[in-house]
């Protein structure tokens, strides 16, 4: 059985950072590519950030500069270090493992950012 669990979200003011974790099991982690996505309330699911099974990273203009994805295949654990957290980063976060057609989403984990 797949599963794939985000942690690390929360309530954090502007200009602050956080970690979120994706721990997936049940397949080989090391030849998925992870991505991180988010979805503000009103809003559609948006690519935050994915990397490559080859550590090939893209983020969103958005994020750029701001948050960094990376990977611990030894631990089967996806991270996106969030720094200089703004307002509008706000949102249910999701990790997605994809291989071709296989593809599987956590949960999500809810980022608020607020003063």
């Known amino acids: 059985q797949v599963q794939v669990v985000e942690s690390g979200g929360g309530l954090v003011q502007p200009g602050r950072s956080l970690r979120l974790s994706c721990a997936a099991s049940g397949i080989i982690f090391r030849f998925y590519a992870i991505g991180w996505y988010r979805q503000a309330p009103g809003k559609q699911r948006e690519l935050v950030a994915t990397i490559s099974s080859g550590n090939s990273t893209n983020y969103a203009d958005s994020v750029k500069g701001r948050f960094t994805i990376s990977r611990d295949n030894a631990k089967n654990v996806g991270y996106l270090q969030m720094n200089f957290l703004k307002t509008e980063d706000t949102a249910v976060y999701y990790c997605?493992?994809?291989?071709?057609?296989?593809?599987?989403w956590g949960q999500g984990t809810q980022v608020t950012v607020s003063s």
């Open positions: 997605n493992a994809r291989l071709g057609r296989l593809e599987y």
